[in-house]
């Protein structure tokens, strides 16, 4: 496999569930972020991870909870969502955060809460 | 802070015509400028960037010039297929943070009509 994949690409659940997302990259990168993705919107940084070590946390609600075990594997954990949550979270990776340069990006989560 | 204002969408445009998406920004110093594309069920992809004033990005056809006295990025292409048709991101980067801080537009969804 190459490049970053997302699991599930397509996510339905309720306000009580709690659902997982994951992120794995293959690109031997050591930054990782969430992004969100709603329509008519900019994409809305959430999380970044570099080096295993969360260094942004753009005043997302606690009901998002992301977790990164290493530096090729990202989950963002959604716990009582509402139904204004669903959109598509993306996942990309990049080299290291303090550098400008490229975001590779997954293929997406499509989250619909009900 | 940093933000970036793209023309709203949607774009339709016959093939072979000649494309214009406007971006503009506002960053203080000097960002760098980013253009990304996702097509039809993938994430997003780097399609050309730019780091400095003047600077013109190009990739596949496609070409953008930092332009920092009307702090604009505008994409264009001068002979647009069917094979086009994405949402074109712009998107800066605060130099000071590099990628922790990088700034997404709205997204403008293209459209080519055989």
């Known amino acids: 496999e190459t490049g970053v994949t997302q699991t599930p690409r397509h996510l339905v659940m309720g306000m009580t569930n709690k659902k997982s997302l994951k992120c794995e990259q293959h690109?031997?990168?050591?930054?990782m972020y969430w992004y969100k993705q709603s329509a008519k919107k900019p994409l809305e940084l959430m999380f970044v991870?570099?080096?295993?070590?969360?260094?942004e946390n753009n005043s997302v609600p606690s009901r998002f909870s992301p977790e990164c075990p290493n530096s090729s594997h990202l989950f963002l954990h959604l716990h009582t969502l509402q139904p204004e949550d669903s959109a598509l979270y993306l996942c990309?990776?990049?080299?290291?955060?303090?550098?400008?340069?490229?975001?590779?990006f997954g293929e997406g989560s499509r989250l619909t809460v009900l | 802070g940093n933000s970036v204002t793209q023309m709203e969408g949607p774009v339709t445009l016959s093939e072979e015509a000649f494309l214009t998406i406007n971006c503009t920004y506002t960053a203080t110093g000097y960002p760098s400028l980013f253009w990304y594309v996702q097509y039809p069920g993938e994430g997003l992809q780097l399609l050309l960037k730019a780091t400095k004033a003047d600077d013109k990005g190009s990739n596949k056809g496609f070409e953008a010039t930092y332009r920092k006295e009307t702090t604009s990025f505008h994409l264009e292409k001068g002979s647009v297929q069917v094979s086009d048709s994405a949402v074109y991101f712009c998107a800066l980067s605060d130099p000071n943070f590099g990628n922790e801080k990088l700034t997404f537009g709205t997204g403008t969804r293209l459209t080519i009509i055989p």
């Open positions: 990309a990776s990049s080299q290291d955060t303090g550098l400008v340069e490229e975001l590779f």
């Open positions: 690109l031997g990168h050591n930054a």
């Open positions: 991870y570099n080096f295993k070590e969360q260094t």
